[in-house]
């Protein structure tokens, strides 16, 4: 059974610093992952997928993460926070093949992310 | 991206009582729509998937006679918890998937706060 963790409910970061939420995944077959945002009162909003293309996957509003097959982790950073990044992020996973629609989605609890001005 | 209307965001209910969540996708014709639950501090978890026309299909614990389930048309899907308790106080969240370019994607909406009284 494929699995999410996610380290860390909370993170605080200054306005301008790195971000960096960590996901861990637990899966039997090469996994396709997903991070998704939430920001108040919103939907879940997909804001990058590894598809078992390139290992370092680039997505919206300058987040990126990277697929670390020998780690089973697929960590979010953007390297300077900014006010808006304010949310809540869940990492999630899915056995391939994945048409990004699939039922399947395993998420992680999420992580709150505060920026401290 | 599409957009997924949900409503209503937050509903109190007595013990009992039935309660109806709405799930719409405003700008896109959606032949699947798939129910998440999630508990404090916890994973979204799959409760359905719904097909435009057919009946939904279920994960494994979950009532169908206690979560109703209905997509009637290409737009609107139906979540109804009859019967209320106050377990059944948590967030449901749905997710509609476009078919829109060849290129299946799933789009959430913002979530609906049940609490039972």
């Known amino acids: 059974a494929q699995s999410v963790t996610q380290l860390g409910s909370h993170v605080s970061v200054s306005e301008g610093a790195l971000v960096l939420l960590r996901c861990n995944y637990s899966?039997?077959?090469?996994?396709?992952l997903f991070w998704y945002v939430q920001y108040p009162n919103q939907g879940l909003q997909l804001l990058l997928k590894?598809?078992?293309?390139?290992?370092l996957v680039k997505g919206i509003n300058g987040f990126e993460a990277e697929f670390k097959k020998s780690e089973t982790s697929f960590h979010l950073t953007k390297p300077s926070a900014h006010m808006s990044d304010a949310a809540e992020y869940f990492c999630?996973?899915?056995?391939?093949?994945?048409?990004?629609?699939?039922?399947?989605?395993?998420f992680g609890t999420g992580t709150r992310l505060t920026i401290i001005p | 991206g599409a957009v997924v209307s949900q409503h209503p965001s937050r509903v109190i209910c007595k013990s009992g009582t039935s309660v109806k969540i709405e799930c719409r996708s405003l700008?896109?014709?959606?032949?699947?729509m798939f129910w998440y639950r999630q508990f404090p501090k916890q994973s979204l978890m799959l409760m359905a998937t719904?097909?435009?026309?057919?009946?939904?299909?279920?994960e494994q614990g979950v009532e169908k006679d206690k979560f109703l389930i209905n997509h009637a048309s290409l737009t609107l899907s139906t979540l109804t918890v009859t019967s209320a308790h106050p377990e059944d106080s948590s967030f449901y969240i749905c997710?509609?998937?476009?078919?829109?370019?060849?290129?299946?994607?799933?789009?959430f909406g913002q979530g609906t706060r049940l609490t039972v009284v």
């Open positions: 997710s509609a998937r476009s078919l829109s370019g060849g290129r299946p994607e799933a789009f």
């Open positions: 899966s039997s077959v090469p996994p396709y």
């Open positions: 590894y598809t078992s293309a390139a290992t």
């Open positions: 999630a996973v899915s056995d391939p093949p994945f048409n990004f629609g699939n039922e399947k989605l395993t």
């Open positions: 700008d896109f014709q959606a032949t699947t």
């Open positions: 719904s097909n435009e026309g057919s009946k939904a299909t279920y």
